[in-house]
């Protein structure tokens, strides 16, 4: 690129980092070192920064509910039979219905004797027709006219997923009760309840095909209504490589940030400080910090028409929708107990 403009590329900045720094760029190692120092300083700018700045936040949506219906026709077996078990059964009649590859969902299961609700929980994918250990079944053995439900209340979130921008999360136009993982385990672990949606919480699971971490939205209790869920995130890839596709660190001289053009120059100054820091030289540390907080502090500023500022905006949606319901006594909690909060738990 030309010396006089914005930098734009990977290379831009790591090569404007070594002429800052007076280097010789010639010398592999040194080159490496910047290198390192610019993907280092790119990152923390977005490290718990990300939710503030509009280029790091994408919307998602994806469909819930009732996925797939059948009735069992032939004898299927036990849940840990993988020849005859429930789980062959789904994939080698209906596996073209279900299409939940890779997805964990959980399966609502009526039985024709007394209309009971069982539910088999794990990975519907076909690697359970040949290991059905992927799976766990709660309930007896499946008969001939049981229906078999599959209900999908675990969202696979976009692969770029990070962290969710706002803690919320929309089914339609309500909002869901956002609680902690550890909480939601202890207070829903075991059940198969089947509703309308009123908690969600974010857990972590292994893709079946890439072996790769996943981020997911469970939800309870299990919907059984069709509804799509709504959420803001935060993107992990903040790079864009020459050939077009998502990364999360620079690789090549061509890959660009997301960043817009006018902010990149804080990468450089950001990369400077990390750079004079670790070689001892704090004056010059402390100045390139200065000049970083100061870019940062007027690419906050530097808001849209429009764009509201931050602010705390508490969950009340537990306390509204039990406020809108007629006072039961004997009911689950007392006419001042809305949860753990009022509990002082």
Same mark, same amino acid.
């Given at each position: 690129?030309?010396?006089?403009?914005?930098?734009?590329?990977?290379?831009?900045?790591?090569?404007?980092?070594?002429?800052?720094?007076?280097?010789?760029?010639?010398?592999?190692?040194?080159?490496?070192?910047?290198?390192? !120092?610019?993907?280092?300083?790119?990152?923390?700018?977005?490290?718990?920064?990300?939710?503030?700045?509009?280029?790091?936040?994408?919307? &998602?949506?994806?469909?819930?509910?009732?996925?797939?219906?059948?009735?069992?026709?032939?004898?299927?077996?036990?849940?840990?039979?993988?020849?005859?078990?429930?789980?062959?059964?789904? !994939?080698?009649?209906?596996?073209?219905?279900?299409?939940?590859?890779?997805? $964990?969902?959980?399966?609502?299961?009526?039985?024709?004797?007394?209309?009971?609700?069982?539910?088999?929980?794990? *990975?519907?994918?076909?690697?359970?027709?040949?290991?059905?250990?992927?799976?766990?079944?709660?309930?007896?053995?499946?008969?001939?006219?049981?229906?078999?439900?599959?209900?999908? $209340? $675990?969202?696979?979130?976009?692969?770029?997923?990070?962290?969710?921008?706002?803690?919320?999360?929309?089914?339609?136009?309500?909002?869901?009760?956002?609680?902690?993982?550890?909480?939601?385990?202890?207070?829903?672990?075991?059940?198969?309840?089947?509703?309308?949606?009123?908690?969600?919480?974010?857990?972590?699971? *292994?893709?079946?095909?890439?072996?790769?971490?996943?981020?997911?939205?469970?939800?309870?209790?299990?919907?059984?209504?069709?509804?799509?869920?709504?959420?803001?995130?935060?993107?992990?890839?903040?790079?864009?490589?020459?050939?077009?596709?998502?990364?999360?660190?620079?690789?090549?001289?061509?890959?660009?940030?997301?960043?817009?053009?006018?902010?990149?120059?804080?990468?450089?100054?950001?990369?400077?400080?990390?750079?004079?820091?670790?070689?001892? $030289?704090?004056?010059?540390?402390?100045?390139?910090?200065?000049?970083?907080?100061?870019?940062?502090?007027?690419?906050?500023?530097?808001?849209?028409?429009?764009?509201?500022?931050?602010?705390?905006?508490?969950?009340?949606?537990?306390?509204?929708?039990?406020?809108?319901?007629?006072?039961?006594?004997?009911?689950?909690?007392?006419?001042?107990? &809305?949860?753990?909060?009022?509990?002082?738990?």
């Amino acid at each position: 690129m030309s010396t006089t403009s914005q930098f734009t590329t990977f290379s831009d900045l790591y090569l404007g980092l070594l002429k800052a720094l007076r280097t010789d760029a010639g010398d592999t190692a040194t080159v490496e070192q910047a290198k390192r !120092y610019i993907n280092t300083a790119h990152l923390d700018i977005h490290l718990g920064f990300a939710e503030n700045v509009p280029w790091a936040i994408r919307d &998602h949506s994806a469909g819930t509910g009732t996925t797939f219906t059948a009735t069992v026709a032939t004898a299927v077996g036990s849940a840990v039979d993988s020849n005859t078990g429930i789980f062959s059964y789904l !994939y080698t009649v209906d596996n073209p219905a279900l299409g939940l590859a890779g997805a $964990d969902s959980r399966i609502s299961v009526t039985t024709s004797a007394d209309g009971t609700t069982l539910g088999i929980e794990g *990975v519907i994918s076909g690697v359970a027709a040949t290991d059905p250990s992927n799976m766990t079944m709660y309930g007896p053995e499946i008969g001939v006219g049981d229906t078999i439900r599959v209900f999908k $209340d $675990d969202l696979v979130m976009p692969t770029d997923f990070l962290r969710l921008a706002g803690n919320q999360i929309k089914v339609g136009s309500r909002s869901l009760d956002l609680i902690g993982r550890v909480e939601f385990r202890h207070r829903f672990a075991g059940e198969i309840n089947i509703g309308r949606p009123q908690y969600a919480t974010l857990v972590d699971s *292994v893709s079946i095909d890439g072996g790769m971490d996943e981020r997911k939205i469970r939800l309870h209790p299990i919907p059984n209504t069709v509804e799509r869920v709504f959420i803001s995130y935060v993107t992990k890839n903040i790079v864009t490589t020459s050939t077009l596709n998502k990364a999360e660190g620079f690789s090549n001289d061509a890959d660009v940030s997301i960043m817009p053009l006018r902010y990149r120059h804080a990468i450089l100054f950001h990369a400077l400080y990390h750079w004079y820091r670790d070689r001892k $030289d704090d004056q010059r540390s402390q100045e390139a910090k200065a000049e970083y907080v100061e870019i940062m502090s007027r690419i906050m500023n530097d808001t849209e028409a429009g764009q509201s500022g931050m602010s705390i905006r508490p969950n009340t949606n537990a306390y509204r929708r039990k406020s809108s319901r007629p006072y039961r006594s004997g009911g689950s909690g007392s006419r001042y107990d &809305h949860g753990r909060f009022d509990r002082f738990e």
